[in-house]
Each structure stands twice: as C-alpha cells, then as structure tokens.
C-alpha cells in the first residue's frame, strides 16, 4: 500500500479549474517528484492535500486513511510536514524558535531537543546563527530553516514546494544533499520543482503536470531520457 | 514649581496607566488580525456597567473578578461571532462588522439602562486619601501606574517566553505557515481577545474610581485617546502603547496645569495627526525584516 494515494483530485478558485482530476501515489521511502511549468497546479495539489484548499472532487488517502476532509491541523498531528513555497520561515521569530514551533504540537521535550540538535547537525549553519531572527537570514539559510521546521514535526511524508526558488547553484545542491539524507532516514518526500533535471535525478518516481492534468510519469532515469521531456523541461533542443 | 506641578504629573501617570489599559488590547488585536477593534471602547465601557450591577447585590471584592470574567466572556463571544466568520474576507468587510459591534454594544447599553446615567460603586480601598509629599491624592494614583507596568511586564513576557506567545507571533505574521506547524489560529486569537479584554476590564475598575458615574458612551473618548496612544507608541507594539498611553497622560495633565484645560483633549488628536505625518509606524513601530 502507498503512503499517500490521490485519486482524480479537481480543485477549482472562483470557477476555474487549477486541478483537472488528477491521481497520483508516493509510495513509502521514496522521493517523488510533481515537475511541470508554472501555473501546472503543483503547488495547489501540495495545498490541498495539507488541508489549506478544499478540492471539488476527488480523495486524498494516507496510509490507507481518507484525509481530503481533515484539517490543517490534525493533517500535520498525522505527519504530512509541508515545506511552503518561498520558504515563509517566521521572519520576527529566532532560528532556534522557527525549530521549536515545527514541534508546536508535540509534547516529548528530551526528543525535541534531540531533534533539535539532529537538525543543527544537518545545518550547522543554522547553529551559528541559532539566536538570529529568521528575518536576517540569506535565502539559502532560510530554506534550510524551513526544512528543518518541517523535520521538527517528525512527519512520515514532507512535502517540499520549490526549494530551489532562487537559490545559488552551490546551496540547491547542498539542498538537494539534505532532501537525499531525510530519504536514508526513511522519510518519504514529495518534492515539486521547475528544476526538472536537478528533481529528475534525486527522484525514484516522476509525474509531469501540465495545466492542471498529469500527463506523463515514470522513473527519473526514464523520463531524463524521453525526448519529449527533455525538450520540455530539460532545455534540450530536438534533434529530429 | 514643581510643587505646584506635582498633583498634575501624577494625575497624568495615572489616567495615562489606564489609557494604557486599553491601550494594551487595541494593539494586540492590531498585531494579530491588523485590525482596529472599533468595539474595544464599548467593551470598556461594558466592564463599568457590569460592575455597578454586580456590587448591586454582591460585595465588591467578588464584583471584580466577576466583572474581568463577564467581559472576558463578551470580548471572546465577539471575536467569535462578528469577526471569525469574516477571517479570509477583505479588511474592510471586518472592520465595517468592528464598527457594527460598536454601535450595537452602544445601543444594547442604551437600552438596559434606559439612558439614565448609573452611579459608579466607590471603592473604599482605591478611593481612600494618601499623602505623597506636597500632594493629597487617591491611591489609585499610585496603584494604576503600577498595576500597569507589572501587567505589561507580564505579558511581554508571555509573549517572548512562552509556548501560546510565540505562538502568537508567528500567528502575527503569517497565518497559513502557522497552520501548517500545527497552530489553531483561532484559538490563539482569541487568547487575544481575551487578554485584550481581560486588561480592558482591569482598567475600567481604575478609570471609573475616579468618576462618579457611568453612561453608554462614557467609553468613547478615553477609548479613543486608547488608540491614539497606541498609534503614537507603534501600534502592534505593547511597550509602545504603554508609553504612548503614559506620554498622552502626562501631557494632558501638563495642559491642564498650564491653565489650558480646553485644548487638553485637542493636544492627544493633534499629536495623532502630527505622529500619521512624520512618523507613520510610530515610537517602536514593526520595522520590516522580511526577505524575499
């Protein structure tokens, strides 16, 4: 059984449809990919399955539960972490307090504090800079920041929008470094990104979106290999 | 000189306490919702009339935490009922509702009380006489400014050392992302109100020491004073509306000593028009660290 299981998911804002029933599985331990252009509907099917976006249609199961109707909340209590898009850390908090409200609703104080040293262990950085506002970080800073928060929920599956946004080549690559360790520590990921060949090759199964529908999916490797895909997403130009 | 001065200078620390007061509530919902809560003043003027028909039949040592109760309660139930169902609507649709629970408020006082004006109960503690050098004045002279700055200590406190207080930060800057952590925003805005509330009840118990009576609006013009020392102070800013509250106080009063009595109410909304122009965000308004 798949972790998280969408099944024909439509979603629509003011009477237009951002998702045309799309359905899709994560299975467990994997890093699955959603690539697609802007205004594919990538972030809004991260949204609603954290509950932020009630969908028209459709189901969302996870761990074989139905959770389309659960809120943010308790969608959270039952491990789905999201890492937003801008990364959106509280900018008027400290980093070490953005680590702190991540474990808003748990109560295991030592294993916080466990959790909190893992996740410094992760991004020194972020130790250094422990008693900053989140505010006065660089961007990079951030986004580790906002990993880390999400990490701090202890979430089975974290749900990452664009992590690359605007981040120097070096620090996309000392993120996606980071996205492959959380996978060898059994956390599942569902990542989307405009940076296709960069999800391409961390991810073990891929599915394009375009304008709302799935249109093509398959293993990293294979869809790195489809022409039409390179084409596409990869700025590759055909050679037929 | 100072002799002469001093009567004034506390009378001013004391009123300028209790703006404080309300100040306190006006600028924690401010920072949570960026809304001006247009009924904070009727929730203020509120707490009066539940105190004169609580001592009515009760003695006023259980009158007080009744009255901090009840206008907790009406503070949350307003929250709840005028400005939750309106949360993902525009800003102006919810303060067009602020303004509506204002004049409700107003009209419902109105009623119970047939217009009459009611007599406020003496409290024999805070009214009785004491000396402070030259001057002859009431303790809840002394008590106000004190009260005041220990329950702002306080609750700058809860809000940087505690879980519901940081909570309320992020909640102040960002809504979704707080929900995504696990945070029920609508609990912790009314943790707010009630706070706000709470502190506006306390309050009303100094501020009506001093008057003998109480009417249906009675409420507007130290509410809005309230406000225009929490815009001076940065609004958002608890510190700030606590200074701005104690600066309008004292500066009244001064007028007031300079023989200029009349323009003293004048002085607090000039001071507001000079502050929107020169200084928008006020003494310690929020200064923008986002990085986008």
Same mark, same amino acid.
């Given at each position: 059984?798949?972790?998280?299981?969408?099944?024909?998911?439509?979603?629509?804002?003011?009477?237009?449809?951002?998702?045309?029933?799309?359905?899709?599985?994560?299975?467990?331990?994997?890093?699955?990919?959603?690539?697609?252009?802007?205004?594919?509907?990538?972030?809004?099917?991260?949204?609603?399955?954290?509950?932020?976006?009630?969908?028209?249609?459709?189901?969302?199961?996870?761990?074989?539960?139905?959770?389309?109707?659960?809120?943010?909340?308790?969608?959270?209590?039952?491990?789905?972490?999201?890492?937003?898009?801008?990364?959106?850390?509280?900018?008027?908090?400290?980093?070490?307090?953005?680590?702190?409200?991540?474990?808003?609703?748990?109560?295991?104080?030592?294993?916080?504090?466990?959790?909190?040293?893992?996740?410094?262990?992760?991004?020194?950085?972020?130790?250094?800079?422990?008693?900053?506002?989140?505010?006065?970080?660089?961007?990079?800073?951030?986004?580790?920041?906002?990993?880390?928060?999400?990490?701090?929920?202890?979430?089975?599956?974290?749900?990452?929008?664009?992590?690359?946004?605007?981040?120097?080549?070096?620090?996309?690559?000392?993120?996606?470094?980071?996205?492959?360790?959380?996978?060898?520590?059994?956390?599942?990921?569902?990542?989307?990104?405009?940076?296709?060949?960069?999800?391409?090759?961390?991810?073990?199964?891929?599915?394009?979106?375009?304008?709302?529908?799935?249109?093509?999916?398959?293993?990293?490797?294979?869809?790195?290999?489809?022409?039409?895909?390179?084409?596409?997403?990869?700025?590759?130009?055909?050679?037929? | 000189?100072?002799?002469?001065?001093?009567?004034?200078?506390?009378?001013?620390?004391?009123?300028?306490?209790?703006?404080?007061?309300?100040?306190?509530?006006?600028?924690?919902?401010?920072?949570?919702?960026?809304?001006?809560?247009?009924?904070?003043?009727?929730?203020?003027?509120?707490?009066?009339?539940?105190?004169?028909?609580?001592?009515?039949?009760?003695?006023?040592?259980?009158?007080?935490?009744?009255?901090?109760?009840?206008?907790?309660?009406?503070?949350?139930? +307003?929250?709840?009922?005028?400005?939750?169902? $309106?949360?993902? *609507?525009?800003? /102006?649709? =919810?303060?067009?509702?602020? %303004? &509506?629970?204002?004049?409700?408020?107003?009209?419902?006082?109105?009623?119970?009380?047939?217009?009459?004006?009611?007599?406020?109960?003496?409290?024999?503690?805070?009214?009785?006489?004491?000396?402070?050098?030259?001057?002859?004045?009431?303790?809840?002279?002394? +008590?106000?400014?004190?009260?005041?700055?220990? $329950?702002?200590? *306080?609750?700058? /406190?809860? =809000?940087?050392?505690?879980? %519901? &207080?940081?909570?309320?930060?992020?909640?102040?800057?960002?809504?979704?992302?707080?929900?995504?952590?696990?945070?029920?925003?609508?609990?912790?805005?009314?943790?707010?109100?009630?706070?706000?509330?709470?502190?506006?009840?306390?309050?009303?118990?100094?501020?009506?020491?001093?008057?003998?009576?109480?009417?249906?609006?009675?409420?507007?013009?130290?509410?809005?004073?309230?406000?225009?020392?929490?815009?001076?102070?940065?609004?958002?800013?608890?510190?700030?509306?606590?200074?701005?509250?104690?600066?309008?106080?004292?500066?009244?009063?001064?007028?007031?000593?300079?023989?200029?009595?009349?323009?003293?109410?004048?002085?607090?909304?000039?001071?507001?028009?000079?502050?929107?122009?020169?200084?928008?965000?006020?003494?310690?308004?929020?200064?923008?660290?986002?990085?986008?």
């Amino acid at each position: 059984m798949s972790l998280l299981k969408v099944t024909d998911l439509v979603v629509s804002y003011g009477g237009i449809e951002a998702l045309k029933g799309i359905s899709f599985e994560v299975e467990q331990g994997q890093i699955v990919t959603l690539i697609g252009a802007n205004g594919a509907g990538k972030s809004t099917t991260l949204r609603t399955i954290s509950g932020l976006v009630s969908p028209h249609a459709g189901r969302i199961y996870f761990e074989g539960r139905d959770i389309t109707d659960v809120n943010t909340q308790k969608i959270v209590e039952m491990g789905i972490a999201m890492v937003p898009e801008g990364r959106r850390v509280f900018a008027n908090l400290t980093v070490l307090e953005n680590l702190r409200i991540g474990a808003y609703l748990r109560k295991d104080k030592t294993e916080i504090e466990e959790d909190i040293n893992y996740v410094y262990s992760l991004f020194p950085r972020l130790k250094e800079r422990s008693w900053q506002l989140a505010g006065t970080l660089s961007g990079g800073e951030q986004q580790m920041l906002a990993v880390g928060r999400a990490v701090m929920t202890r979430p089975k599956l974290i749900m990452m929008d664009e992590p690359s946004l605007g981040l120097a080549p070096l620090v996309v690559r000392d993120i996606f470094k980071i996205i492959l360790t959380l996978k060898s520590t059994g956390m599942t990921v569902l990542l989307i990104e405009q940076n296709a060949n960069a999800a391409l090759h961390a991810c073990d199964y891929a599915y394009v979106m375009e304008t709302g529908r799935i249109t093509t999916s398959g293993t990293g490797d294979e869809l790195l290999s489809s022409e039409a895909i390179q084409e596409a997403y990869l700025g590759k130009a055909s050679r037929s | 000189m100072f002799d002469t001065l001093l009567p004034y200078l506390l009378a001013g620390i004391s009123v300028g306490g209790q703006y404080a007061m309300i100040a306190v509530g006006y600028t924690l919902v401010y920072g949570i919702l960026r809304l001006i809560n247009f009924a904070h003043g009727d929730i203020f003027t509120a707490a009066g009339f539940f105190m004169i028909y609580l001592t009515a039949s009760l003695p006023i040592g259980i009158s007080i935490p009744l009255v901090i109760l009840l206008t907790v309660v009406l503070g949350f139930v +307003v929250e709840r009922v005028a400005y939750k169902p $309106l949360r993902s *609507a525009p800003r /102006m649709s =919810i303060m067009i509702s602020a %303004i &509506g629970v204002s004049y409700l408020l107003q009209n419902l006082m109105w009623y119970i009380t047939g217009g009459l004006a009611k007599q406020y109960p003496v409290l024999p503690f805070l009214s009785q006489t004491i000396r402070l050098g030259s001057a002859a004045t009431k303790l809840v002279t002394i +008590v106000t400014p004190l009260l005041t700055i220990g $329950l702002v200590v *306080a609750l700058v /406190m809860l =809000i940087n050392h505690t879980k %519901i &207080g940081m909570a309320m930060r992020a909640v102040s800057v960002d809504f979704e992302t707080s929900q995504l952590m696990g945070i029920k925003i609508n609990s912790v805005i009314s943790v707010t109100f009630i706070i706000g509330s709470a502190m506006a009840a306390i309050g009303s118990v100094l501020y009506f020491t001093n008057y003998t009576a109480v009417t249906p609006t009675v409420g507007a013009m130290p509410g809005l004073k309230a406000f225009v020392a929490a815009v001076f102070g940065g609004i958002g800013s608890i510190p700030g509306a606590m200074i701005g509250a104690l600066i309008i106080g004292i500066c009244e009063n001064l007028i007031k000593a300079a023989g200029l009595t009349a323009f003293s109410d004048a002085f607090t909304f000039a001071l507001l028009i000079v502050v929107l122009l020169f200084r928008p965000t006020g003494l310690f308004g929020e200064k923008n660290t986002d990085k986008v």
